[in-house]
Each structure stands twice: as structure tokens, then as C-alpha cells.
């Protein structure tokens, strides 16, 4: 903008000018309007919009060195920005010094996302030294930046030296056992972070070692979240020596890695009753009906107050499904319960229902893509009659047709606790479909059904979509 121009600004009524602000988005007003001059910039920090940014969201928009610069020079006195998120953005080195700058004298910002961007040791460094004065920031996330080992000493600083940091996110960065190592130091005497997000790197079993001999005193950490990074039951006996004395952690994720029953036998005899533990996600492992029969044995005993507990996809079977249902008839804590995916047949779901006729915690079941089919269906329909606590059931992809509807459509007329209902993937045709219609005119509670990838014509549909919305499903 020229000095004739800018001048030219200036004369209008502020009225107007606030007006033209009204046009622009945050980018256009944080990055060039408050850099044009002194008089401008004061104009724009009464702005009553400018007043009430607090979060800054610029994605994909390749920032240089120079518009970070700029942005650094716009931020050193803002007082109103508590986010920004600079994720895509090819942020070299060169301008994660500029984002350094703008964390050592901004007193303001609690969250950053740099997700996926292009920094070295060298940008990791710019900001890890800024990160060790600043005071204010809660949230990091350095998501997909190739982190490697020297770079992971930089942030093993931060770690030792910040105060403030509650919420880590290293997620894909390819992070090793070496880099864990680091990371590991630390966090040994660390009492500020409380969520650490790791998913997605190549922990294995000896990194995972050092993450469980840096927490094993750790009083402030309550997520640890280790999904996918080849963690094998060698792994989850170092980190079951966690819980030994651990009274905080709340949750653990240890989905999609190679944990064996085993491994699950580590981790329940290291589970007592102080343990804080509440939502444990053991997803796409491979703990078999001898793992389910571990962990049954803590539900059944009421040990653990676990409240979530997502087992999908590790082969549990028909017998681990039996000693799961026997356990989840006397627990009195569990309130979501995912066994998606486990060959539980008609024969696995029958031992469920009738487990769950009487449990009066468990809201939320997900039993899709486990072929219970019709028979099993009718099983639940028995059970829909009688458990006054399901809210939400998922049987998508369960070869369910028409005479497995028939039953739940019958239960559904006298249910008066589901919300949501998933029969997507499956064999339902017109008839049954417009059984389950005519139903729920007498059901108030459900609000959410899904049909979608069935047998039915797109004109069936279409007229079955028309009749769910009469009765505003």
C-alpha cells in the first residue's frame, strides 16, 4: 500500500474503516493490515472483531521467511491469540526461528500445530530454545516433521526445562528407540505434561523400555497414547512395571501393535485397585480368547474401574466372548465396550445378551463386522426388551437380512433407551427396512439410523428415507 494511499485510509471515520475490516479474514489483518503503520495498527487492535481472535488458522499457504517475519512482528505485542495452527505450510528452518521469536516475547499463545512441515535439527532447535523460556504455551504439536536423534535431544530439553507444556504431540515422526531414549530423559523429571501422543512411530520394544523406566515415579502423566509403533509383548512387560506404583494414568492406548495374551497377562497382573486406569484401547493386536479370558478376570472382580475398553479386532472367539460376558454380568464400571471384528458369530453374541439383560453401565456396544447374522440378531432383540442402559449399538457388516430385522423391529417398539443404531453392510431388503419404519412411529427415542450399503433398490430407498424423516429418524 503507498503512503498516499495509506494516508487517504487514515482520513476516513473509524466507523469505516471498521467496516472495510469486516471484508477481510484474520490471515489478511493479522499478516498486513497492523503492519501498514503505527496509527493503523492501533486502529485495527480496537477493532471489536480483532478483540475476540484467539485462534489463527493458516494451512497450505507455504509461509516464507518473510511473511513469517512479518507475522512475528505483528504477534510480539498481541494480547488476544491463544492458537495458531501453521500445519502444510513447508516451514523450513529459517522460519521456525521466526516462530522462536514470536514464543519468547508472546505472552499469550497456549497452542501451536505444526503439523507436517519441512523443519531440520536446526529449525527444531530455534524452537526448542525459545520453548524452554516460554512460560505460556500448554500445547505442541510437531506431528509428521522427521524428528531424529539429534533433534530429539533438542526436545528432551524442552522437557527438562518448561514449566508449562501439558499436551505433546510427536505423532509420525518415524521416532526410534534412540529418539525415544532422549525423550525419555526427558520426561524423567518432568511434572508438567500430561498427555503424551507418540502414535505412529517405530517405538518397539526397547524404546518402550526407556518410556516405562522414565514414568515408572511419574505423578503427572494421565495419557499415554503408544498406537502403532511394534510394541510386542516384551514391550508391555517393561511398561506394565508402571502401574506398580502409578495412581494418575487415566488412559492408555496400545492399539494396532503385536501384543499377544502374553502381553496382556503383564499388564492385568500389574493393574490394582489404586490403579487410576479408566480407558484402555487394545485394538488390532492379537490377544485371542486367552487374552479376553485375562482381562475378564479384572472386570470381573471389579479390580480396575476400567470405563472404556476397545478390543476390536484380536481374534477373542467364541470362548473369549463367553468369559468376557461372564465378567460383564458382574461389573459394574464398564460404559463402552467395542468388540468389532472378533468371529464372536451367533453363538459369541448369544453368551453377550444374555450378560447384558441385567448390566446396568454399559451404554455403548459395537459388534460390527463379527457375522452374527439373523440368529444372533434375534438375540439381541431379546435382550433390546429387557437392558434399560444400551444407547448405542453398531452391527454393520454382520450378514443380517429381513428375519433378523423382523426381531429387532419388534424389540425396538418397546425400547425406550437407544439412540443410534448402525445396521450398514448388510443383507436388509425393502420389507425389512420398512419393518423397522413402521416401528420406530412407536419408538420417541431413536434418533440416529443407518441403512446405508444394503439390498434395496435407490427408488425403496429413497421412499424409506422419506418415511424415517416423518417420524424425524
Do not use: W
Request: hydrophobic share 40%; proline share 0%; with cysteine.
Amino acid at each position: 500500500m503507498s503512503d498516499k494511499k495509506d494516508l487517504y485510509l487514515l482520513t476516513l471515520p473509524i466507523e469505516i474503516i471498521f467496516h472495510i475490516l469486516d471484508e477481510l479474514d484474520e490471515f489478511t489483518i493479522i499478516f498486513y493490515v497492523r503492519n501498514v503503520c503505527t496509527q493503523l495498527k492501533t486502529i485495527t487492535d480496537t477493532y471489536y472483531e480483532y478483540q475476540s481472535f484467539t485462534e489463527l488458522a493458516i494451512e497450505h499457504k507455504n509461509l516464507d521467511e518473510e511473511k513469517m517475519q512479518l507475522l512475528a512482528q505483528s504477534l510480539k505485542d498481541n494480547t488476544t491469540l491463544t492458537t495458531l495452527d501453521f500445519r502444510s505450510n513447508a516451514i523450513g528452518d529459517q522460519e521456525a526461528q521466526s516462530i522462536g521469536n514470536i514464543l519468547l516475547v508472546n505472552t499469550t499463545l497456549m497452542t501451536l500445530h505444526l503439523h507436517t512441515n519441512e523443519m531440520s535439527d536446526r529449525g527444531i532447535h530455534h524452537l526448542a530454545n525459545a520453548l524452554e523460556h516460554n512460560t505460556t504455551l500448554t500445547t505442541l504439536s510437531l506431528y509428521n516433521n522427521k524428528i531424529n536423534v539429534q533433534s530429539s535431544t533438542y526436545l528432551a530439553n524442552v522437557l527438562q526445562n518448561n514449566t508449562t507444556i501439558t499436551m505433546l504431540h510427536l505423532c509420525n515422526n518415524k521416532l526410534g528407540a534412540q529418539e525415544t531414549k532422549h525423550l525419555a530423559d526427558g520426561l524423567k523429571n518432568n511434572r508438567t505434561v500430561q498427555e503424551l501422543h507418540v502414535v505412529d512411530n517405530k517405538i518397539n520394544n526397547l524404546g518402550t523400555k526407556y518410556l516405562a523406566d522414565a514414568l515408572e515415579n511419574n505423578s503427572t502423566l494421565t495419557i499415554l497414547d503408544l498406537e502403532n509403533n511394534s510394541i510386542g509383548d516384551e514391550g508391555i512387560q517393561y511398561l506394565a512395571k508402571i502401574f506398580k506404583n502409578n495412581t494418575t494414568l487415566t488412559t492408555l492406548d496400545l492399539g494396532n501393535n503385536t501384543i499377544g495374551f502374553n502381553g496382556i497377562k503383564y499388564l492385568t497382573d500389574s493393574l490394582g485397585e489404586d490403579t487410576a486406569l479408566s480407558i484402555l484401547n487394545l485394538y488390532n493386536n492379537y490377544i485371542g480368547s486367552t487374552g479376553a479370558r485375562y482381562l475378564a478376570e479384572i472386570l470381573r472382580a471389579n479390580k480396575v474401574k476400567l470405563t472404556v475398553l476397545h478390543l476390536g479386532s484380536n481374534r477373542i472367539g467364541i470362548e473369549g466372548t463367553r468369559d468376557l460376558a461372564i465378567a460383564i454380568g458382574n461389573n459394574t464400571t464398564l460404559t463402552i465396550l467395542n468388540l468389532e471384528r472378533n468371529q464372536l458369530l451367533n453363538e459369541g453374541v448369544e453368551h453377550l445378551a444374555d450378560a447384558l439383560k441385567n448390566n446396568t453401565s454399559i451404554i455403548t456396544l459395537n459388534l460390527a463386522r463379527n457375522v452374527i447374522g439373523d440368529r444372533g440378531t434375534k438375540y439381541l432383540a431379546n435382550l433390546l426388551g429387557k437392558n434399560l442402559t444400551l444407547v448405542t449399538l453398531h452391527l454393520g457388516e454382520n450378514n443380517i437380512g429381513n428375519a433378523g430385522i423382523e426381531c429387532l423391529a419388534q424389540a425396538l417398539k418397546i425400547n425406550n433407551t437407544l439412540t443410534t443404531l448402525t445396521l450398514d453392510h448388510n443383507r436388509i431388503q425393502f420389507q425389512g427396512a420398512l419393518d423397522l419404519a413402521n416401528a420406530l412411529q412407536n419408538n420417541k427415542t431413536l434418533k440416529s439410523l443407518d441403512l446405508d450399503y444394503n439390498e434395496m433398490a435407490a427408488e425403496e430407498a429413497q421412499y424409506l428415507a422419506r418415511e424415517l424423516r416423518k417420524i424425524k429418524v
